[in-house]
């Protein structure tokens, strides 16, 4: 299995609190994504990272803001949490292949996020 | 733009019945990236199979098999056999020529004893 862990697993915060979750891989990987996961929406791409200091915005980005100074964490952080935002969050892993195509990615655990 | 469509939100089968998941792909690249990821009641997301556009070769892995078609935009995944052990949430997944990776809703299979 790949090397990547997410942190914290579980969390119940309030509406209007600051809330960060952590992804850390020991694969080296160039690519690491955020995703969410809620009933009927399969998981959707928030925001994504292609480097150190490289990040983007995926489908849902709103509400959120990534960081990565370091190839190993990728951080999320919800400035100001809402109920919307209650959801199971996903870091993801992903390398090219040597022929530069891209390669399937390999996911955390996850994070439960309630949001009251 | 890019779509997953995963049109069966739930199946039900009797142990040992073969099963097959339909996903069906919309993209105007000319190179893509097809995946399928098994979620079981556990949570975590598993890496099933992934499939280049340029290669349309049919894989058996098992009792898993999986059948890519480019004429009917289709890449379905058939369990034979069927285990208690298959009942999870399966995605199919699409990725173009950027980063970004898209999802089905899942079809969530339900095999009883």
């Known amino acids: 299995d790949a090397g990547i862990t997410q942190s914290p697993r579980h969390k119940v915060t309030e509406t209007g609190t600051p809330v960060t979750l952590r992804c850390h891989q020991t694969?080296?990987?160039?690519?690491m994504y955020w995703y969410r996961q809620d009933p009927g929406h399969g998981l959707r791409l928030i925001h994504y990272s292609y480097g150190v200091k490289d990040t983007d915005k995926g489908e849902v980005s709103d509400g959120y803001s990534v960081s990565r100074s370091k190839t190993e964490d990728f951080l999320l952080t919800l400035e100001s949490a809402t109920s919307s935002q209650t959801s199971v969050y996903f870091c993801a892993i992903s390398d090219p292949t040597d022929r530069g195509h891209y390669n399937e990615q390999f996911f955390g655990p996850g994070t439960r996020l309630t949001v009251l | 733009a890019q779509k997953v469509t995963q049109a069966q939100t739930e199946i039900s089968v009797v142990e040992k019945e073969d099963v097959t998941l339909d996903c069906v792909y919309e993209t105007r690249d000319t190179t893509y990236y097809l995946f399928w990821y098994k979620q079981p009641p556990s949570g975590e997301l598993v890496f099933l199979i992934r499939r280049n556009s340029f290669d349309e070769q049919n894989e058996i892995s098992g009792r898993y098999s999986w059948n890519f078609q480019k004429s009917t935009s289709s890449f379905n995944f058939t369990i034979t056999a069927s285990q208690v052990v298959d009942s999870a949430v399966y995605f199919c997944?699409?990725?173009?020529?950027?980063?970004?990776?898209?999802f089905g809703a899942g079809t969530r299979l339900f095999v009883k004893a």
């Open positions: 694969e080296n990987h160039r690519y």
């Open positions: 997944a699409l990725r173009g020529g950027g980063f970004k990776t898209i």
